[in-house]
């Protein structure tokens, strides 16, 4: 059987190579094509027309051997000078369009814009000598015969409409880009657009029709006849160029622009200036290039300047530029230290992301003074051409402001209005000379900056940043570094000393890593997850191209065709609207090949995409199905279990039933297993380390980790899996299947944000805690996930995160039972505040009973009172369910063997106490249920606003509680944990609390927010104790893990369909290799110090304690806040802690890793409540 399967397999493999059918490889894909199968030829003599009047071109640049460009017939003679006048200045014909790249226009006119287009054009067919046999298997007949040729006849090129003034220097969408393009079998062609660009971008497909006979003087169409209405889906599609780390001539700069415009790609965004350089020549500042470029010969001129500019006006390709601030300005310091702080401070990780560093001192009116007098001189000259201007703003350090004297602080409160300040006067002097300014993401997300409504913010760190930034009305372009940097993936460009830096380093991967393939790129939708209205905001994307590793050698494989793959996505859209659906890479590829070798061809370099011959335009294993032997097998035996009992006796039954159970058996642990190592041997990348076992099919791993689990020893665990390994990446096969385990942060980023769509809950999952949470958003994918995601959404907006009502009617009750030393005995319950001082309480459990109740409080509008019940069933069986199907899951395949008894006693309980209040609930009518909101806002009257389904309820209700109580109480339970044992850090937040809050003043959401130390303390408890330690991700289709596979663990690996890949932030947040060497000033990764997060920031998704990407925790705002109003509450009140977890877990404590991390001890501790003044 298995030679049989082996066969099948590489049969089908095999037929997998074969080529497709021919298509008319146009990239960007148009909006609608049809085509024929005629040939038709083509040659110089083609009559060319615009709006009715001839073009025509100089013959200087053909062979004269080869047929010579049509001249039509001069009639001056006979026309009056008046009649030859009007002429010359109608008719084209007369301008004599040179056929060479030569020909510029004399100005922004349309008709000769349109003339230099159509001699691009023209020479980008007869010149580039592109015969398409490296797209064809040796041997195949790929090219018409030359027996009969049928002629095209006309170009007819129509312009509809006159060009505005802004068409060459447009905001996004002020130009029309669309065109209409016909081919009849007559050979008659047919161009309509609005605009001259339109024209353009007509003229380039019209390109991509034709192909060169290898007989080398006649070119074709075997397309005819053609019909192809197309415009662009996004209006901003771009490059961002840096040519402040390595510089890059005027003449790569013109032929990234001509490729820019074979991909109708129409903005170049130049990063003119960074801290490395400044290349920029300032007439009036000379000294800025003398001293900031890195040689004199590196510079670009005033006239460089224009002569860039010009030629992307030409060709629909705006220029604009950018001069990064007030970070990322370092150079300045080189001939004006005076306005620079922190210029190549070191360690440089602590003021800024690379070296060397340097800022703008904000508070400092010289650094005014010479941005008005830098605007004043450049801006005059890019306005003509541009339409916008870019200031920069990633990446600011607040700590670089601590070395400024004007300011010596690093506080968001002292820096926020010194750079609001900063941000205002530089956009009004943007907006004054003409310009729109556009800004990074930081500015308004990180900083909170207020902007002006039309100006444009540029998206880089992937998640939910366009989601964030588009709820709040920017307008926004898209360049997720996760998809759209191309520069990733080629390693560190920061050396290592040896020792423990070099190990810290090693394998010395860059940030943000793997290359971003093709693919990868293909598959991004700028607008995923974003509303309709959210969707208009987003103008389009740019591909970054940061140049630490790339240069004049190696800038054209690096760009194409990758940054043609994103113009597809921007010009043509990720979904395909005439069927609905993504569009295919299997239908690109071909396509893209193909615009690879026409790129190269005209004079970009462009990297491979495929081998020669055409051998791979399909993967190896395209949605690959059981093999008809594994089929056979199982449909065999599966049918004489039927057979068996519509027509055997029970006696019958109860001899063959062994048999037919070891038959089944053996499918699932053997002949399953070797199936699918057959297809991961065919796929491509590599395996990771395999975690060895004793026992047939990891039984001895499936009892470890369940036995770890109930012992609370999970991270020893797993910890051991990766240092045995010596790889953060492992994996084993379970009874038969493939499980991937991983605390990778570029594999962790894959499953939840880059590779989304690859990776999911999965139906096992959702079978597993389907009695428990339902359908809810934690168990389930696709539009069922998206559909609940959208439904409670909007219960956790900003007014009702800001609401802190709820939380503060239950701190009594709290501040009671922490002097009771545990929850009352009745709310009525009499308790001696002061004679709590030093009692000993477990603070674990009463935080699981506040949430509980302030969570049933926020959904159902009535709490259960378990502050007030030492037995409160609910809490019970809330927590008894919550064990059981953690072993559960747990447990794999083999959880069938899990008694359940205590499970489903306790669900009962659960579900009655939630059907109550959903039955009351929508027992109301419309009229009520919206009373009863806008009276007192509960979760569940808001939802049944938008479902009265019973189940929907019951299951959004559910999870929500899960998370809601958990997640806050466990992050508090951790954090006075670690505050008992760290009086010094209790001592620091206490005073910052009563310095901003004061002894009794209930803090407000701002309060909350601003004080720093104690997004410290979260910050450093959610590192150390992320909410949901470990968790799953079922592989929704064969795919692939950035890295861990390989003897280096470098290589991508093979996931397998329905391959379970488990991961772990608590590992990951742990790994000493993520973090700067141990110093004076940074502990150790597992000592307890909110401290560090003064003097550093975890690298993107190296600290995700709410997990992230698009199914980041909904409630992370609302669980951060409850956190932040408590502990500020308690610290009001109290003064000191005293420790009594060091008698009882010797100072190593306890990992209870259930769904939820949390104290396995509880945490033993006492309160001294402040001495009154």
């Known amino acids: 059987m298995f030679s049989r399967v082996s066969s099948l397999v590489s049969t089908l493999c095999l037929l997998n190579t074969l080529l497709p059918s021919p298509a008319a490889a146009v990239w960007p894909a148009p909006q609608k094509i049809t085509k024929g199968e005629g040939v038709l030829f083509l040659n110089q003599n083609i009559e060319v027309t615009y709006n009715g009047a001839f073009v025509c071109w100089s013959s200087s640049s053909i062979p004269s051997s080869e047929p010579q460009p049509h001249v039509y017939p001069d009639h001056r003679s006979s026309l009056s000078d008046e009649e030859e006048e009007e002429m010359l200045t109608e008719n084209l014909a007369y301008q004599q369009i040179p056929y060479t790249y030569g020909y510029t226009p004399s100005g922004f006119k349309s008709k000769e814009i349109v003339q230099a287009g159509v001699s691009r054009a023209l020479t980008g067919i007869f010149n580039s000598k592109f015969v398409p046999w490296i797209l064809h298997k040796p041997g195949t007949k790929y090219e018409p015969d030359l027996s009969e040729l049928e002629w095209l006849q006309t170009l007819e090129i129509i312009q509809t409409a006159e060009d505005e003034p802004s068409a060459f220097k447009p905001l996004a969408g002020e130009v029309d880009e669309s065109y209409n393009l016909t081919v009849s079998e007559s050979g008659n062609v047919k161009l309509t657009a609005v605009s001259s660009i339109g024209v353009l971008r007509g003229l380039e497909t019209f390109t991509q029709l034709f192909y060169q006979h290898s007989s080398g003087t006649f070119w074709y169409t075997p397309y005819a006849p053609v019909s192809i209405q197309d415009s662009p889906k996004f209006p901003h599609r771009g490059i961002l160029l840096d040519t402040a780390r390595h510089f890059f001539p005027v003449e790569d700069i013109l032929r990234t622009i001509d490729a820019m415009s074979w991909s109708k790609l129409n903005r170049l965004h130049v990063h003119v200036t960074d801290s490395q350089s400044w290349p920029l020549v300032i007439p009036s500042m000379p000294e800025l290039s003398e001293k900031g470029a890195h040689h004199p010969s590196e510079t670009y001129s005033p006239g460089d300047i224009e002569k860039i500019q010009k030629y992307g006006a030409y060709r629909g390709v705006e220029v604009y530029f950018e001069i990064d601030m007030p970070g990322h300005i370092g150079s300045v310091s080189l001939s004006h230290p005076e306005l620079i702080v922190a210029y190549n401070e070191q360690p440089y990780h602590w003021w800024c992301a690379q070296p060397p560093c340097g800022?703008?001192?904000?508070?400092?009116?010289?650094?005014?003074?010479?941005?008005?007098?830098?605007?004043?001189?450049?801006?005059?000259?890019?306005?003509?051409?541009?339409?916008?201007?870019?200031?920069?703003?990633?990446?600011?350090n607040k700590n670089d402001s601590m070395l400024d004297e004007g300011i010596r602080s690093n506080s968001s409160e002292v820096l926020q209005p010194l750079l609001q300040k900063f941000i205002d006067t530089q956009h009004r002097r943007v907006r004054e000379a003409g310009l729109t300014p556009v800004v990074w993401e930081e500015i308004p997300l990180e900083w909170n900056v207020t902007l002006g409504e039309e100006v444009v913010v540029q998206a880089w760190l992937g998640g939910e940043?366009?989601?964030?930034?588009?709820?709040?009305?920017?307008?926004?372009?898209?360049?997720?570094?996760?998809?759209?940097?191309?520069?990733?993936?080629?390693?560190?460009?920061?050396?290592?000393?040896?020792?423990?830096?070099?190990?810290?380093?090693?394998?010395?991967?860059?940030?943000?890593?793997?290359?971003?393939?093709?693919?990868?790129?293909?598959?991004?939708?700028?607008?995923?997850?974003?509303?309709?209205?959210?969707?208009?905001?987003?103008?389009?994307?740019?591909?970054?191209?940061?140049?630490?590793?790339?240069?004049?050698?190696?800038?054209?494989?690096?760009?194409?065709?990758?940054?043609?793959?994103?113009?597809?996505?921007?010009?043509?859209?990720?979904?395909?609207?005439?069927?609905?659906?993504?569009?295919?890479?299997?239908?690109?590829?071909?396509?893209?090949t193909e615009f690879r070798e026409r790129l190269v061809k005209r004079g970009a370099a462009s990297a491979l995409t495929n081998t020669e011959g055409g051998y791979l335009f399909y993967p190896l294993v395209r949605d690959f199905k059981f093999p008809v032997g594994a089929h056979t097998f199982f449909n065999a035996s599966m049918g004489l279990v039927e057979t068996a009992l519509e027509h055997v006796s029970l006696k019958s039954v109860l001899v063959?039933?062994?048999?037919?159970?070891?038959?089944?058996?053996?499918?699932?642990?053997?002949?399953?297993?070797?199936?699918?190592?057959?297809?991961?041997?065919?796929?491509?990348?590599?395996?990771?380390?395999?975690?060895?076992?004793?026992?047939?099919?990891?039984?001895?791993?499936?009892?470890?980790?369940?036995?770890?689990?109930?012992?609370?020893?999970?991270?020893?665990?797993?910890?051991?899996?990766?240092?045995?390994a010596n790889a953060a990446t492992v994996e084993n096969r379970i009874a038969g299947r493939c499980v991937v385990m991983t605390c990778d942060p570029e594999n962790i980023k894959a499953i939840l944000a880059t590779q989304f769509s690859d990776y999911g809950k999965g139906e096992p999952f959702h079978r597993e805690w389907k009695a428990f949470l339902g359908d809810s958003i934690?168990?389930?994918?696709?539009?069922?996930?998206?559909?609940?995601?959208?439904?409670?959404?909007?219960?956790?907006?900003?007014?009702?995160?800001?609401?802190?009502?709820?939380?503060?009617?239950?701190?009594?009750?709290?501040?009671?039972?922490?002097?009771?030393?545990?929850?009352?005995?009745?709310?009525?319950?009499?308790?001696?505040?002061?004679?709590?001082?030093?009692?000993?309480?477990?603070?674990?459990?009463?935080?699981?009973?506040?949430?509980?109740?302030?969570?049933?409080?926020?959904?159902?509008?009535?709490?259960?009172?378990?502050?007030?019940?030492?037995?409160?069933?609910?809490?019970?069986?809330?927590?008894?369910?919550?064990?059981?199907?953690?072993?559960?899951?747990?447990?794999?395949?083999?959880?069938?063997?899990?008694?359940?008894?205590?499970?489903?006693?306790s669900m009962k309980i659960i579900n009655a106490f939630i059907n109550q209040y959903i039955e009351q609930t929508l027992r109301l009518d419309p009229n009520d249920l919206a009373s009863k909101t806008d009276a007192g806002y509960t979760f569940l009257h808001a939802l049944a606003g938008f479902t009265r389904d019973r189940q929907v309820l019951r299951d959004q209700l559910i999870a929500v509680l899960l998370a809601g109580r958990d997640t806050t109480a466990c992050t508090l339970s951790w954090t006075i944990y670690e505050l008992a044992r760290h009086p010094d850090a209790l001592k620091k937040l206490r005073e910052e609390i009563l310095r901003v809050v004061g002894p009794t003043r209930a803090p407000t959401y701002e309060d909350l927010k601003g004080m720093k130390y104690l997004q410290n303390v979260m910050n450093e408890t959610l590192r150390l104790y992320p909410v949901v330690p470990f968790n799953v991700r079922l592989a929704l289709k064969d795919t692939t893990l950035p890295r861990g596979g390989g003897p280096d663990g470098t290589l991508p690996v093979k996931v397998l369909k329905d391959t379970p890949i488990a991961y772990s932030t608590l590992v990951m947040q742990r790994r000493e290799e993520l973090y700067p060497p141990v110093s004076a000033n940074f502990a150790p990764v597992d000592v307890y110090s909110p401290d560090r997060w003064f003097v550093w920031q975890p690298k993107p998704w190296q600290y995700i304690p709410f997990n992230g990407g698009p199914r980041i925790c909904i409630g992370q705002q609302f669980a951060l806040t409850e956190m932040a109003y408590v502990l500020t509450r308690l610290f009001q009140k109290y003064e000191r802690l005293d420790n009594y977890m060091e008698e009882i877990d010797g100072g190593n404590p306890t990992l209870r890793a259930e769904i939820v991390l949390q104290p396995g001890d509880g945490v033993k501790v006492a309160f001294w409540e402040a001495k009154k003044a």
């Open 359 to 396: 800022a703008f001192k904000l508070n400092n009116t010289a650094v005014d003074e010479f941005l008005e007098k830098l605007f004043d001189d450049f801006f005059p000259r890019i306005e003509p051409y541009a339409a916008y201007f870019h200031t920069g703003g990633d990446e600011l």
């Open 465 to 592: 940043t366009v989601k964030k930034l588009t709820s709040k009305g920017h307008k926004v372009i898209d360049s997720n570094y996760n998809f759209w940097y191309l520069d990733c993936g080629r390693g560190q460009w920061i050396t290592w000393e040896n020792g423990l830096p070099f190990k810290t380093g090693y394998p010395f991967n860059d940030w943000c890593g793997p290359t971003k393939s093709w693919g990868l790129i293909y598959s991004h939708d700028p607008t995923a997850n974003l509303t309709e209205e959210e969707a208009k905001l987003v103008l389009g994307g740019e591909v970054a191209v940061w140049s630490e590793t790339i240069d004049p050698m190696n800038l054209d494989t690096i760009v194409w065709p990758r940054a043609s793959v994103a113009g597809e996505v921007l010009w043509s859209g990720r979904i395909d609207e005439n069927t609905g659906q993504n569009r295919s890479q299997i239908e690109a590829f071909p396509r893209l």
């Open 778 to 905: 934690f168990t389930t994918d696709g539009d069922l996930w998206h559909g609940s995601r959208q439904l409670i959404r909007p219960q956790f907006i900003k007014d009702r995160v800001s609401d802190l009502h709820v939380f503060e009617k239950h701190m009594q009750t709290l501040f009671r039972a922490i002097a009771n030393g545990g929850a009352l005995n009745g709310e009525s319950q009499r308790v001696d505040l002061e004679a709590g001082n030093g009692k000993p309480v477990d603070i674990s459990d009463l935080f699981f009973r506040f949430t509980l109740d302030s969570a049933t409080d926020f959904l159902l509008g009535k709490d259960v009172k378990s502050l007030s019940n030492p037995r409160q069933e609910f809490a019970e069986a809330f927590g008894e369910v919550q064990r059981v199907q953690s072993i559960i899951s747990r447990a794999g395949p083999l959880n069938v063997f899990m008694p359940r008894g205590s499970f489903r006693k």
């Open 656 to 724: 063959l039933g062994p048999a037919l159970l070891l038959a089944n058996l053996a499918w699932w642990l053997i002949v399953r297993p070797a199936w699918q190592e057959l297809k991961l041997a065919r796929m491509a990348g590599a395996r990771p380390p395999k975690i060895p076992s004793r026992l047939p099919f990891s039984i001895d791993f499936v009892y470890k980790s369940v036995k770890a689990s109930m012992n609370y020893q999970n991270l020893p665990m797993w910890k051991s899996l990766f240092v045995n």
